[in-house]
């Protein structure tokens, strides 16, 4: 059950004692969920923790008029920092949770997850490191949904996901899912960027030339 794979995306698995093991293995599962697939809706109660092995999830809000707007994604070696919230202290989940790719998922039942958190150091170590490292993303994600202008977060969005050499891997639609818009309202942004001179678009990829303009 727990496979090379999911201690190579979760180290922490492959530090617990024997009998937490044994538990871990009896009660977990493996789970496939498609492209697109929702997993957790707004005010759902948290049923246990989902562990992404492969893929990618997104977690979202709706606005009044039913527009999505992204707060994060989940990829390996991450969680949900609102779900292990919401499971720890048995809360309603405050977001929406998505397939945003093909996704293979580990999935721990909420009392099996809370048992092992109160018996192991590295499972407290791992809930902790979530609920710490996705608070400054949350933030900044929760500012960005304030700007009026969807050309600022656009230009937000780029400078976050740019490398040292200035490069962002992504298509537009992978953008706007980020975003939580269209992918033609994204492509309008960076064709102005790009007649602008600030931007080099090529398939699958955008160039930083200017990134000061985009500050």
């Not at 922490?12 to 004692?17: I, N, Q, W």
Request: aromatic share 4%.
């Amino acid at each position: 059950m727990i496979t090379p794979q999911i201690v190579a995306a979760y180290p922490f698995l492959g530090k617990l004692s024997a009998p937490s093991r044994r538990l871990l293995e009896k009660h977990a599962s493996v789970l496939s969920a498609m492209k697109g697939a929702d997993l957790l809706r707004k005010g759902d109660r948290i049923r246990g923790l989902y562990l992404v092995v492969s893929g990618r999830l997104r977690v979202f809000t709706l606005n009044h008029d039913g527009d999505e707007a992204a707060l994060y994604a989940i990829v390996p070696g991450e969680s949900c920092p609102l779900a292990m919230d919401a499971m720890l202290h048995e809360k309603l989940h405050q977001a929406w949770v998505a397939a945003d790719l093909p996704t293979k998922l580990l999935f721990i039942p909420a009392p099996i997850f809370r048992t092992l958190y109160e018996k192991e150091s590295t499972v407290r170590d791992f809930a902790l490191g979530v609920l710490a490292g996705r608070i400054s993303t949350l933030m900044d994600s929760l500012a960005e949904l304030s700007l009026d202008s969807i050309a600022d977060r656009v230009k937000n969005h780029l400078l976050r996901a740019a490398n040292e050499r200035g490069e962002i891997t992504a298509t537009h639609q992978e953008i706007a899912h980020a975003l939580g818009t269209a992918r033609e309202v994204v492509s309008r942004q960076i064709v102005r960027l790009r007649r602008a001179g600030v931007v080099r678009t090529r398939r699958g990829r955008i160039d930083l030339l200017d990134a000061r303009a985009l500050a």
